[in-house]
């Protein structure tokens, strides 16, 4: 299983970006995918994930700022960022997970927000 994170770059305070992550694997319909951050002096924290039937859940900074979706036919799934603050700073990974086996990440995607 391979995942490639795309879409981070450089934004302003208040605008959005959508992050997408490209999954390599026949099961990809089956999986719960999430994403998660690194920001600086902090740990990797969860944002939201998306299980295979579409039941979505978010934590902290992605609550109502963060929309996570997923398109089963491209094995993509996608972060809609929006009213994106400084403290959003960091590098964005994507994360693919059965109900079996050990979890795979991406390489991750760095999102900067700066004006």
């Known amino acids: 299983v391979q995942l490639q994170a795309s879409g981070g770059g450089l934004v302003e305070p208040g605008g959005s970006l959508r992050l997408s992550c490209e999954v390599s694997s026949d099961m990809f319909s089956s999986a719960t995918m999430g994403w998660y951050r690194r920001v600086p002096g902090k740990q990797r924290e969860f944002l939201a994930a998306?299980?295979?039937?579409?039941?979505?859940n978010y934590e902290g900074a992605a609550k109502g700022r963060f929309t996570i979706s997923r398109d089963n036919a491209k094995n993509m799934v996608y972060l809609q960022m929006n009213s994106l603050k400084p403290d959003d700073t960091g590098v964005y990974y994507c994360?693919?997970?059965?109900?079996?086996?050990?979890?795979?990440w991406g390489q991750g995607t760095q999102v900067t927000v700066s004006s």
């Open positions: 994360r693919y997970a059965l109900s079996w086996g050990n979890p795979y």
């Open positions: 998306i299980s295979s039937d579409g039941a979505t």
